[in-house]
């Protein structure tokens, strides 16, 4: 259990008493606009045929998520969650952490997160941010934070495995620093153990087609790779991209694979997860529990609503939507403008 979130949670939470809160439920997607900085050009064909290799083999994934509980009078109220799940000997088992509330101001959000990254990121990689987030960044920087240290603790602790992460390995992000991802990546590779990390969405193009939408006249599974990608400074593509459909269905995604790794790992990795893991939709169940069992459920959220409302005083004040105040039936909310 990573013991500076409680206690930066527990901290934040101790500063708001008797403050009013807004109620927000709002999930906070981790929005991923790094492929606007990466151009495709081409596929290198014919496609890569696979076969499932039937190896003993454990396959891992972890994922977070973050919500945002409400607002009150100097800052929000948000939670993060964090959960690996590995499946082995026929299997699956997780580790769920959190939910680790926290309540992020203007005053106190260096001290938050530089806590949390003194903790977990110095003490790892020896470096640290010359800019901290903004204060509407907190919860998705935070849960970032929670991810990388998730990625890494499987890192060191699995021997000759897949691990699976969700999104893709490009680097040079302020939630995702070079060498932090570098160093992620060599740790695994030196335990024998191959990274892929699936993107459940991506705007790269080729020819004007997303390529997860481009048909190939190919029986599945299969991987097709990317050639001729480019990437705009400070971004950095760490693994190889790949269209991966890897059962039968409308589904592909795009697959990104340790760039460390011979071709043949690669491929071998992804015929072991086909052997190893239930792939529904081309999308592995390791990942898709992972997802579940991080993202909050409305019954979680009016439980912390109550916790922080008994333990710490805060009193909950429904502010108008101005949307629906100013235009009525046509007042969709922010998120839908």
Known sequence: ????????????????????????????????NIDA?????????PPIALKPRHAETMVAAVDTSTIRIGETETGILMAVRGATV??????????????FVFHVTEENKHEVF???????????????RHSFPNLLQMPTRI????????????????NKGVILFDGSLTAGTPDTPTSLMKDILS??????????????????????????????????????????????PPILLLGDVYVAKL???????????????????????????????????????????????????ANEVIAMQHFTTRKYGLKIVNRPDMHSLLFGAFGKGEHCS
Request: with cysteine; charged share 20%; net charge positive.
């Open 187 to 232: 740790t695994a590779r030196s335990r024998g153990n191959t990274v892929l990390a699936f993107s459940k969405m991506t705007t790269l193009r080729v020819n004007g087609h997303l390529i997860t939408d481009l048909p190939f006249d190919y029986r599945p599974p299969y991987l097709v790779e990317m050639e001729g990608l480019k990437s705009k």
């Open 247 to 297: 059962a039968h269905g409308n589904y592909a995604f795009r697959l990104d694979i340790d760039r460390e790794a011979t071709f043949e790992q690669r491929v071998w990795s992804v015929e072991k997860l086909l052997a190893n893991d239930l792939l529904s939709q081309s999308y592995p169940e390791t990942l898709r529990l992972a997802h579940i069992l991080c993202t909050f459920t």
């Open 143 to 158: 849960a970032s934070l929670l991810e990388r240290w998730l990625q890494l603790m499987l890192s060191k602790t699995i």
């Open 86 to 99: 590995w499946k082995q000997d026929r299997k699956y088992r997780y580790a769920r952490l959190g939910p």
């Open 1 to 32: 259990m990573p013991r500076r979130f409680i206690e930066s949670s527990l901290q934040s939470l101790a500063q708001p008493h008797n403050q009013p809160f807004q109620l927000n439920q709002q999930l906070i997607q981790q929005t991923n």
């Open 114 to 128: 530089g806590m949390l990254e003194r903790a977990y990121l110095i003490s790892a990689f020896g470096q640290s």
């Open 37 to 45: 900085h990466t151009q495709a050009t081409r596929f290198k064909l």
